[in-house]
């Protein structure tokens, strides 16, 4: 069965956001699912659109529901949770949101949010979606809190209500799609590990793997009801009620699909956007996973030029041949799994998730050398930790359950594929990055998507280019391996934008840590809605 994390809880169906009148319809009891950054579609309908000659659905008591703050420490759903919850600067709540937005009178979830409130003379809220999908923008936001002043006292925490939420289906936010216990993940009954993530062995492990969602979910209408279109309509929901009249955000990674779906469904709703770490809007599902496959390639034998000047490189010490000696030392894992002192061992998958985690930050390289020369030694507890780190797993065995999200995200996102077209898929990845080549032929494996209880909800790219938009800043690394810098010069086009090339070599960069340059432009647009020039470059 596919490999990846699970909630360390599980949702209770009897809470009251689901014991409303039911919009669910159950066809039976019963997501990094693609990791692979495959086609984002229009957002189709939103609560703006309805029929010719019909009124929208009246969200009139979304809107305008009252926001109750508290102390976050019950919101926690990990042991990192636990430690950055506590911090008394920090409040949180749940908003309710229609699960059908077409049916608002129907079933509701709830939106949990972690707020740093303003310092200063406020602008408003600033909305934080970290990516995933399926990311806790509420875990990002404490973390930040935690470490970069810029967040609390500097010009960003003194003008804007900082505020990370957990989009549906995932973190503290309620229902959450819980597919496989933590247990299950440890023994490899989860998810599968590495870039194509979104294949199975064959049908009834899809099917297993869709009735395993579902039940987590709370049924088959649940799971249906996490996409990128209705988490873009709950960020409307969460606007009107912080009582923002425009919507200010920062997305990173897959959430700059999700601000672009937003500012398409909702344009005169938003007053400014920063998108870091672009999804390519111009790329289609199949090519946008091979274009992440070649940048992926491109970040190892960048690792690989470095290390080998050291006489102990653990690739040796010609970088042409620096990814057969990666393949010599992880193709045997295929068959027999390093041994790790917490005794999961390391195998196959989870040592390529692991090398993909170190190539996404220049902070991870150092640690990535060390694991692969701990692997020639023959233990692999350097790249469990890295594949953890991905994953979401805590020290303590408890994953945040990311996947389960991701999962139902994206199936409901995406198209499906046949095994024929991810057989041809995965023989091109493999041309592009053949650091990725286990070895083995290419079998046609099925698509994890393919018994969902609903079809998905694109037909189309993620964005149009035909919306008016306010001006938007896009943020791109020239060396990032997750979301290649084409991207972002597609995105920001896309939009009618600004762009701003940072040159280094990791995944994100605005307003993670402090630095000069990148922070002046990003503040000075969110702040004074002032945006750079063209050509705006910044160096790592």
Not at 122 to 139: A, E, R
Not at 428 to 439: H, K, N, Q, S
Not at 478 to 499: E, F, K, W, Y
Not at 500 to 513: D, K, P, S, Y
């Amino acid at each position: 069965m596919p490999r990846g994390p699970s909630v360390g809880g599980h949702h209770d169906p009897s809470h009251p956001s689901l014991r409303r009148t039911p919009c669910f319809v159950r066809v039976r009891d019963g997501v990094i699912a693609a990791a692979t950054l495959l086609l984002a579609g229009a957002c189709a309908t939103t609560d703006q659109d309805a029929p010719p000659g019909e009124s929208p659905p009246d969200l009139s008591e979304f809107h305008e529901q009252s926001v109750a703050f508290e102390p976050c420490a019950p919101y926690a759903t990990t042991a990192a949770d636990e430690e950055l919850f506590a911090d008394e600067r920090l409040e949180c709540a749940r908003v309710r949101v229609p699960w059908d937005y077409d049916d608002p009178e129907g079933a509701s979830g709830e939106i949990a949010l972690l707020r740093i409130p303003a310092s200063g003379e406020k602008i408003g809220s600033l909305l934080v979606n970290p990516g995933g999908p399926g990311g806790s923008g509420m875990n990002l936001v404490a973390a930040m809190a935690a470490s970069n002043p810029l967040w609390t006292e500097g010009t960003i925490g003194q003008r804007f209500d900082v505020v990370g939420f957990d989009p549906r289906g995932a973190g503290a936010s309620l229902p959450r799609v819980d597919c496989f216990t933590d247990e299950e993940q440890d023994r490899g009954e989860g998810f599968d590990d590495g870039l194509e993530v979104d294949t199975v062995p064959d049908a009834e492990t899809a099917a297993e793997v869709a009735r395993r969602c579902a039940e987590g979910a709370g049924g088959d209408g649940a799971l249906a009801g996490v996409s990128t279109r209705e988490i873009a309509r709950d960020m409307d929901v969460l606007r009107a009620a912080l009582g923002d009249e425009k919507l200010t955000y920062l997305g990173y990674s897959y959430g700059t699909e999700l601000g672009a779906v937003y500012a398409e469904a909702f344009p005169e709703r938003v007053r400014a956007m920063v998108l870091d770490g672009a999804v390519d809007p111009a790329k289609s599902a199949d090519e946008l996973l091979i274009a992440q496959a070649a940048a992926g390639q491109e970040g190892f034998d960048r690792l690989v030029e470095e290390c080998a000047a050291e006489a102990d490189c653990p690739l040796g010490t010609d970088p042409a041949r620096g990814t057969e000696e990666f393949q010599a030392l992880t193709r045997p894992l295929r068959e027999e799994p390093a041994p790790t002192a917490d005794g999961r061992g390391l195998g196959y998958d989870l040592a390529i998730t692991g090398t993909l985690a170190g190539l996404r930050s220049e902070s991870l390289r150092a640690q990535l050398v060390e694991a692969l020369a701990e692997l020639a030694e023959g233990r692999g507890d350097g790249l469990l930790a890295l594949s953890d780190l991905i994953n979401d797993r805590g020290p303590d065995g408890r994953y945040r359950g990311t996947m389960g999200a991701f999962t139902a995200v994206r199936c409901m996102d995406w198209p499906r594929r046949t095994p024929e077209e991810l057989a041809e898929r995965g023989r091109l990845v493999r041309e592009a990055a053949p650091m990725l080549d286990d070895g083995r032929p290419v079998g046609e494996r099925h698509h994890v998507c393919e018994a969902w209880p609903a079809p998905p909800t694109r037909s189309g790219p993620y964005v149009s280019g035909d919306v008016d938009l306010p001006p938007t800043l896009t943020v791109s690394v020239t060396g990032d391996v997750a979301t290649p810098h084409q991207g972002g010069v597609n995105l920001a086009r896309a939009l009618g934008g600004s762009l701003l090339t940072v040159e280094g070599a990791q995944h994100g960069a605005a307003l993670t840590r402090p630095h000069a340059c990148i922070d002046a432009i990003v503040v000075d647009y969110l702040v004074g809605l002032e945006t750079p020039p063209d050509g705006a470059r910044c160096a790592l």
